[in-house]
């Protein structure tokens, strides 16, 4: 027999549910729970009276109401300007079970063609939702080509466009390529659907999230999207310090002499807000943009002289000779904890990235104009060492760990 361990749970689902053991879960009209003992079809455990489902409940934690994934976000999110990053379709905003099961999906080996690879063994909650290692390691061994990127404000990118040459048109389109991509996670679409519909607990999640729990391939990519959009960093130190000192131009109370200097470079000197900040042309009045560290395009940051034949970049997808060696930047936010640095990972630390556009910007054709001196050649810092630590101090005071730490965009599985 096979059933009796089971068989009590389920039991004991039931009678808490019939109790209403959930206090916060309003009465339901339809009373019809089945009696403890009676004949119980665990599949057919009803799915609104509070608890989760033993399918569910065996292989996962989670709450038995979903998680709030739509925070309230500071003022500095709210201005107009920041509004006006935000990809979100219209058809899919962010709902709290959609988010939830995109969780799932985002943690779930399942997603890879031998069950040992999930997103998230490529994008680590613990470093900002990126991989420590400069190529990642593909489900069956493989490397990827490129060094990971961080999975956080993807919400808040105007273009909408996904990966280092914004080969992905949209959010929703770019989460179902590593699940086919041949080193990554290697499935086709059919062998994705069969193998998410062949888990039990999932059934309940797509119907809590869809309204019935039919899986389908666009689902999966509507889910996972609404939990990559959901990730929003917004309670690092310097989101504190702003809010106090209530302009990023201002020096704040809580930061340290270093770091306000840092910051004083990052905007002015050492000319990174104009890019890392984006912030449309300037203006009177406090900068539109203090919260979003994103670029709003790809560019070319004189990384090398020459553009590499292995790796063009945004040209090798428009072949358009003005876009070789471009390349989207990521959020600097939690950027202390995404080393390796840039497409190809090759600066492992935050003073490398500083000194080379101290002194290191590479004269590439396609050089960014606000890389450049007058006159066009590569613009020359020459940073003190002061200056450096103090640009690194300040891209510190980005880690934000109440994110690492938030059980919402932890991994779920009873492992
Ligand atoms: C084997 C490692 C690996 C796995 C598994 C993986 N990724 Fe990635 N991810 C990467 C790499 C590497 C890049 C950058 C690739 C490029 O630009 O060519 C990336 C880029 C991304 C980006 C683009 C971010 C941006 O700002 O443009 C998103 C979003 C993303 N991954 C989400 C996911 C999701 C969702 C899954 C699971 C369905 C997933 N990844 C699985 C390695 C991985
Ligand atoms: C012209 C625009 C521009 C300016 C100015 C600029 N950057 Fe960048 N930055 C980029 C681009 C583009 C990338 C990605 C390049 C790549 O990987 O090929 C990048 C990458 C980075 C990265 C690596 C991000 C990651 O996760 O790999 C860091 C850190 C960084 N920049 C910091 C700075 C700092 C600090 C300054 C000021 C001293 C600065 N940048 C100035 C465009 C710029």
Redesign the pocket.
């Known amino acids: 027999m096979r059933f009796p361990p089971r068989f009590i749970a389920c039991s004991l689902t039931l009678v808490a549910a019939a109790c209403g053991g959930d206090p916060a879960t309003p009465a339901d009209d339809d009373d019809d729970a089945p009696d403890a003992g009676a004949e119980v079809d665990v599949d057919a455990a009803p799915d609104d009276e509070g608890g989760l489902p033993d399918e569910v409940a065996d292989v996962l934690d989670l709450p038995d109401d979903p998680f709030d994934y739509t925070d309230t976000l500071p003022a500095h999110f709210q201005t107009a300007f920041v509004r006006g990053l935000d990809n979100t379709p219209g058809d899919n905003g962010i709902t709290d079970d959609g988010a939830t099961l995109g969780r799932v999906l985002f943690y779930d080996t399942t997603l890879s063609a031998n069950d040992t690879v999930a997103c998230a063994s490529c994008h680590d909650q613990s470093t900002a939702f990126t991989d420590p290692a400069r190529f990642s390691t593909g489900f069956d061994g493989g490397l990827t080509g490129r ?1 990971s990127m ?1 999975v956080m404000e993807a919400r808040f990118y105007r273009n909408g466009r996904f990966f ?1 040459d914004e080969r992905a048109a949209t959010l929703e389109e770019q989460v179902l390529l590593p699940i086919q991509n041949e080193v990554e996670m290697g499935l086709t679409l059919d062998e994705l659907v069969e193998r998410v519909a062949g888990r039990p607990y999932y059934g309940y999640l797509f119907e809590q999230a869809f309204g019935d729990p039919d899986v389908t391939s666009e689902r999966i990519a509507l889910a996972l999207a609404q939990f990559s959009r959901a990730i929003v960093s917004y309670r690092s130190r310097y989101d504190v310090g702003l809010a106090e000192a209530g302009d990023i131009a201002l020096p704040f109370p809580s930061f340290t002499a270093e770091e306000n200097l840092g910051k004083d470079l ?1 905007l002015g000197r ?3 807000a ?3 900040l984006e912030a449309g042309p300037p203006g009177p009045g406090p900068r539109p943009n203090q919260a979003i560290f994103l ?1 709003d395009i ?4 004189g ?1 090398d002289a020459t553009t590499n034949v292995d790796d063009n ?1 945004r040209g090798d997808v428009t072949d358009l000779p003005q876009d070789a060696g471009r ?1 989207k ?2 959020s ?1 936010r939690n ?1 202390a904890l ?1 080393a390796p ?3 190809d990972g090759r600066f492992s630390t ?1 003073e490398q ?2 000194r080379h ?1 101290s002194t290191g910007v590479q004269a590439h054709p396609n050089l ?1 104009p ?2 450049r001196a007058p006159g066009g050649a590569p613009r020359r810092l020459d940073l003190t060492d002061d200056e450096v630590a103090a ?1 690194v101090a300040f ?1 510190e005071t980005l880690t934000d760990e109440a994110l690492l730490a938030d059980e919402r965009f932890a991994d779920p599985f009873k492992r």
């Open positions: 060094n961080p280092w990052f050492g000319g990174c104009v890019c890392h670029i790809p560019t070319n940051n990384l970049g390349f930047s990521p600097l950027v995404g640095y840039m497409h935050l990235v500083v556009y960014d606000r890389l640009l891209l």
